[in-house]
């Protein structure tokens, strides 16, 4: 324990980070205090910390909630690395490593316990649990509690029990992937209605988005691939059989990559698992189903071969491309037929409220693929988090579409929601501004309306694409819970009474090759030297191999590029470095310095030799 340590002093001295990101000090004040939170944090953002320093302070163990078992063992790993003394307990151990665990959990010895949410739940774990001091519960991906999360889980619903359980331990909830409906409904389903809410935004500017038209998918695949030999990615494919058939494709090729889906035995998905973070693997193909759970921070592309069936889905996926904050990619390939299977899935659930929902977040996610304006508004939007401009990394604002006047169209559309009571979805919208003579345009009377057919003029699909473009403006909402029925928001009614004009983008039929825009580097992403890097990365690799462990729970590739920028030439100054804290300087610091100092002294040899002598 380290209870007499300050959440700052841990920070830097156990973690290595200099300073709190957004709302992480605040968040782990109040658990310290033992009030209860809510936590929204994009992937990447720094959640776990959220409840690792306090569990360090707080006396007791934390409890920490995940669906994932390949995730627990990440996350441990990790910590082991930093000092932390952790463990997880799930279906993974064998007897003897369970029984190990739980006298850990007994002699007071263990700071974090991860564990799978059916175990914690049974009645002779929440019994052993009352024999000892819990510090915290924490509640990862926190949106499974919920219907309206797209990776609903019926065991996470009975996690509502654990306030009962135990009415006076802080509890916080976090997830990365959440909508207002799903953020409502976990809080109420989890108890935490006294939780103050912390939403630390969902933009990943690290990211940049690209959407293609299918056309010959793995030819684009491989062109996507080609300069990209060597770096960590994943590429997620709708059925187990283009997994399989795309990793045989590509190891084919000579790349090096494998299949991952929950048709494969345990064993043979945890050894593709652990040569992927050992970066003896460069690409996993997996089912977009199938959650990967996987907690690699430098994975550096994230590619869907088919279309996610939602934009949480998708937004998660793509989060585990540059989880180090170093610049990713990810690329999307889009084929109308895609939608069409994804929907004929869908419409085989027996449960007619769950395939409404699912149903709309999939229409949702065809606006995405089809969006004609910057895609990072789009998925921001979605979330309830507008963007004001936009984001000059995505292939919409890379190679910017045909703009037009459109302040007319976008009166008439807003004007025809109104008008129809700002009850109905886009489909209907559409068919009253084309004065379309159907029986249910008769039945609510909406061919007597002043919008009827005022926009004759245009196809349902210009109609279709100004309307999104509208939602993806911030002029419309579309309500999901009262099936998708557009709303006007406040930003609407400059535009609808002429005191503004909007351009909009004209559909895009072809795709094009992407123009190449310099972006603003931030610090993470300034010019290094590149050989000392790979030196550092060549001893990192064998550090990891001699311990049997991820080469990022040595040392991340943001730690190691800062390195290689600053060299640092001792103890202290290694210590400066983020990454970098107390446990990993005694472990690794001897080495690191030893490298970087040989590469300078080698730098500055090499110069005197090739610079010629002045004379006089």
């Not at 009030?35 to 990447?44: E, K, R, S, Y």
């Not at 009962?164 to 909508?179: E, G, N, Q, Y």
């Not at 300034?526 to 064998?542: I, N």
Request: hydrophobic share 40%; net charge positive.
């Amino acid at each position: 324990m380290n209870a007499h340590q300050d959440p700052l002093t841990l920070l830097q001295r156990v973690f290595g980070y200099q300073s709190f990101r957004p709302y992480q000090q605040e968040i782990i004040e109040d658990l310290i205090r033992g009030a209860d939170a809510f936590v929204l944090m994009p992937t990447g953002g720094g959640k776990s910390l959220c409840y690792q320093i306090p569990a360090l302070i707080r006396q007791g163990v934390a409890i920490v909630v995940s669906p994932l078992i390949s995730l627990m063992k990440d996350q441990v790993d990790a910590l082991r690395g930093n000092g932390v003394s952790a463990a997880y307990f799930n279906s993974s151990l064998a007897p003897q490593q369970s029984r190990e665990v739980l006298a850990r959990l007994h002699d007071r010895k263990l700071d974090l316990l991860y564990v799978a949410p059916e175990r914690l739940l049974q009645p002779t774990f929440l019994q052993q649990l009352g024999d000892v001091d819990v510090a915290l519960i924490a509640i990862d991906e926190a949106h499974c509690v919920s219907q309206w999360g797209h990776d609903f889980r019926p065991e996470y619903v009975q996690l509502g029990e654990l306030r009962k359980h135990f009415p006076d331990v802080p509890m916080i909830a976090l997830t990365a992937t959440a909508d207002p409906q799903t953020r409502d409904d976990a809080v109420l389903r989890l108890g935490l209605s006294r939780a103050k809410r912390y939403v630390a935004g969902f933009d990943r500017p690290n990211i940049r988005y690209t959407v293609l038209e299918k056309n010959r998918p793995f030819d684009q695949l491989t062109t996507f691939l080609a300069p990209r030999s060597k770096a960590a990615g994943i590429i997620y494919a709708l059925s187990r059989k283009r997994v399989e058939d795309l990793a045989q494709r590509l190891a084919a090729r000579g790349t090096a990559a494998a299949p991952y889906h929950a048709g494969l035995p345990n064993e043979r998905r945890q050894a593709v698992q652990e040569a992927f973070l050992k970066d003896e693997l460069d690409i996993v193909v997996a089912t977009v189903a199938f959650g990967m759970g996987i907690d690699k921070p430098d994975v550096r592309f994230v590619v869907h071969f088919d279309l996610p069936k939602n934009i949480e889905g998708y937004y998660q996926e793509t989060g585990r491309a540059g989880r180090d904050g170093l610049a990713a990619e990810t690329l999307l390939l889009y084929g109308m037929q895609d939608a069409v299977l994804v929907r004929s899935l869908l419409e085989r659930s027996e449960n007619a409220d769950q395939k409404r929902i699912e149903l709309q977040k999939l229409n949702a996610m065809v606006d995405f693929a089809e969006a004609l304006t910057c895609r990072r508004r789009v998925l921001l939007g979605y979330f309830g988090e507008p963007l004001t401009s936009d984001c000059g990394n995505c292939d919409v604002c890379l190679n910017p579409p045909q703009r037009f006047d459109a302040t007319v169209e976008a009166q008439k559309a807003l004007s025809c929601v109104y008008r129809v009571g700002q009850r109905f979805g886009v489909k209907h919208v559409i068919d009253v501004l084309r004065g379309a003579q159907t029986e249910r345009m008769r039945r609510f009377r909406h061919d007597q309306l002043s919008t009827f057919a005022i926009g004759s003029d245009r196809s349902e699909a210009e109609w279709g694409s100004i309307l999104r473009q509208l939602i993806h403006r911030g002029f419309l909402v579309q309500d999901f819970s009262k099936y998708g029925v557009l709303k006007l928001t406040d930003r609407s009614r400059p535009l609808l009474k002429g005191e503004v004009s909007l351009e909009l983008a004209r559909p895009r039929v072809h795709a094009t090759s992407r123009k190449k825009r310099p972006r603003n580097l931030d610090s993470s992403e300034q010019p290094y030297d590149e050989d000392l890097f790979e030196k550092l990365r060549a001893l990192r690799t064998r550090l990891a191999r001699e311990q049997g462990v991820p080469p990022y729970v040595v040392f991340g590739d943001v730690t190691l590029t800062h390195m290689a920028r600053i060299k640092p030439h001792d103890p202290a100054g290694l210590l400066a470095i983020t990454g970098v804290g107390d446990h990993k300087l005694s472990r690794y610091g001897e080495d690191f310095l030893a490298a970087i100092n040989e590469h300078c002294h080698r730098t500055i040899d090499a110069e005197r030799t090739t610079t010629p002598l002045l004379s006089t």
